[in-house]
């Protein structure tokens, strides 16, 4: 194999592996449900598999994705939301049957199967619940607007501070 090529293809490989690496996965709780916010870099244009999952008592259990099956008993009590560099899934009904190793797996569609993960050790005693700034971080654009809109909103005797 031509060296150039060679070197090429391992940076290919190298980006592609780059993209999709999970930063971090975080678990709290919203009312009754588990929420767990699996963020991830995400410099590329293709599509990207991912997995959440439960590990109790030695086995896997999925519960949401595009690379296993979600095991029927989880499939209606799971909701699913994605943005650019986060995805995010709710578990509700969360008791404590449902502790254990949370993992979040991403892989780039069409790559080799080099993957990217994060685990998380979740007991419903120990959980801390969500915070509203949290929810505002994943949505900094509006938050920037409406923090730039307050001289204008006090300008015009909207809003007094």
Known sequence: MNPTIGFALLLTVLQGVRAQEVTSLTACLVDQSLRLDCRHENTTTSP???EFSLTREKKKHVLYGTMGVPEH?????TNFTSKYNIKVLYLSSFTTKDEGTYTCELRL????PVTSSKTVSVL???LVKCEG????????SGLLMLLLSLPLLQAM???SL
């Open 109 to 112: 569609s069409g790559q080799p």
């Open 157 to 159: 005797d909207f809003i």
């Open 133 to 140: 700034i949290s929810l505002l971080a994943q949505n900094t």
């Open 48 to 50: 990207i598999q991912y």
């Open 124 to 126: 419903r005693d120990k």
């Open 73 to 77: 008993s989880y499939r209606s009590r």
